[in-house]
């Protein structure tokens, strides 16, 4: 199958930074988008961006010009460098990817297992 591992959060002051990764493993044939997605206690699951195959982007306007995604195609994995966080980023950041499969399956929606991020002083 297909695995998606994030590493990368824990606690950090308003201002900080934290630098997220995922990485993907398993019967993967080709990865198409990719994105990270948030959820904040009692809150829904939300776009936090997005980053294609061709490393285009797109941002959720609350994180724009402080996020940045990026993406290693070559070692199938996806990173979220947060700047300037702030306490209303606190939250269980998870990965998320389209996947083609070695058996040329489509996996539209493999999630990671998520990381949590506390921007707290």
């Known amino acids: 199958q297909v695995r998606l591992v994030e590493s990368g959060g824990g606690l950090v002051q308003p201002g900080g930074s934290l630098r997220l990764s995922c990485a993907a493993s398993?019967?993967?044939?080709?990865?198409?988008?990719m994105g990270w997605f948030r959820q904040a206690p009692g809150k829904e699951r939300e776009l936090v961006a997005t980053?294609?195959?061709?490393?285009?982007?797109v941002y959720a306007d609350s994180v724009k010009g402080r996020f940045t995604i990026s993406r290693d195609n070559a070692k199938n994995t996806l990173y979220l460098q947060m700047n300037n966080l702030r306490p209303e980023d606190t939250a269980v950041y998870y990965c998320n990817a389209n996947v083609l499969t070695t058996d040329w399956r489509i996996i539209p929606d493999a999630w990671g297992q998520g990381t949590l991020v506390t921007v707290s002083s």
């Open positions: 398993g019967i993967i044939r080709n990865i198409n988008a």
């Open positions: 980053i294609t195959s061709g490393s285009r982007t």
